[in-house]
């Protein structure tokens, strides 16, 4: 195993590419703001490595991490305990040493994806709610949606994996497969963008018929250019549209809290991570 100089950090974030991840400067950010010792470096993991090298810097000087595409099931199973929104998720996206011999796995996606769209005013109790994609990162925030008693539904590239997403959350509130009669002489309130950045979109990806000049879009995805996912929101003319960075630095502020106990304020490195 290559040897990682892992003495200078004692929080981490893997994944896998992370190169374009903006969690390293958020969490400077907390570190300034709070004045604790929390040192934060983005590792890219090989595909096949991901327990092997966790574990290992676990046992050393990494006392959290937060987990990133396309390990958040893996940090499921690898963690030795489970906070309930994990449990239910079954996806992590952070991690927390307890003692050597145990790590908590948690997920604040959910929290983070609901503080954001209350913060932009584009959620409401009993919307309806369409949902593109089906892997960790919508299995995180699926739960603090329904608990809204809002109504979602699940469009997939691969429909067994929609399937078993929906057998999974439907206890939790009104949740179902996206097919093209849904939503008779109604539209959607809400689409949230949950796949691959680089997903590249067809005109006809959604009936326009299901779409209204009052539709919210919300891309989970973020990144100094306009993502594939807004670029398509662009040529629909959709009015109301945001991307993903307000929810990385919620979810952010949450695995902090998790870690530290201190939620950081979140408003202003908002603003500046939007300047740039
Ligand atoms: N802003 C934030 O704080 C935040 C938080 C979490 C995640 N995210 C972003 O959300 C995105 C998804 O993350 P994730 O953890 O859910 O990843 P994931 O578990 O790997 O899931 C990827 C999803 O994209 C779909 N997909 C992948 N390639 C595709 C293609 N070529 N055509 C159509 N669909 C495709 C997959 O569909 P199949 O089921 O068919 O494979 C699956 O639904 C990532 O880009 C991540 O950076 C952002």
Redesign the pocket.
């Known amino acids: 195993m290559r040897k990682h100089k892992n003495e200078d950090f004692n929080y981490a974030l893997f994944g896998n590419p992370i190169h374009h991840s903006q969690s390293p400067q958020i969490h400077n950010f907390f570190a300034k703001q709070t004045k604790i010792l929390h040192i934060y470096k983005a590792i890219n993991i090989p595909l096949n490595q991901f327990s092997l090298l966790v574990n290992y810097f676990f046992e050393n000087n990494i006392q959290g991490a937060n987990v990133?595409?396309?390990f958040?099931k893996e940090a499921y199973f690898l963690s030795n305990k489970l906070s309930k929104r994990a449990q239910i998720a079954k996806s992590v996206n952070t991690l927390k040493k307890i003692d050597n011999k145990c790590i908590l796995g948690d997920n604040t996606?959910g929290v983070?994806l609901l503080s954001d769209l209350n913060r932009l005013k584009f959620i409401k109790k009993n919307f309806s709610i369409l949902i593109l994609?089906?892997?960790?990162?919508?299995q995180g925030v699926l739960l603090s949606i329904l608990s809204l008693g809002c109504s979602v539904y699940i469009l997939?590239?691969?429909v067994s994996?929609a399937i078993s997403v929906v057998n999974q959350f439907k206890q939790y509130g009104n949740i179902k497969i996206f097919e093209k009669n849904d939503l008779k002489n109604n539209f959607f309130d809400l689409v949230i963008n949950?796949?691959?950045?680089n997903?590249q979109y067809k005109n006809n990806l959604i009936p326009l018929s299901l779409l209204s000049s009052k539709t919210f879009f919300y891309d989970?995805?973020?990144g100094l250019e306009n993502t594939p996912f807004l670029n398509w929101c662009m040529k629909i003319n959709a009015k109301y549209v945001a991307d993903?960075i307000g929810?990385?630095v919620f979810?952010a502020a949450h695995s902090f809290l998790e870690w530290h106990g201190i939620l950081p304020k979140t408003d202003y490195i908002i603003d500046i991570l939007n300047k740039n």
């Open positions: 990133t595409s396309p958040k996606d983070g994609g089906a892997g960790g990162a919508v997939n590239r691969t994996n949950g796949l691959s950045r997903v989970m995805n973020y993903g929810m990385l979810q």
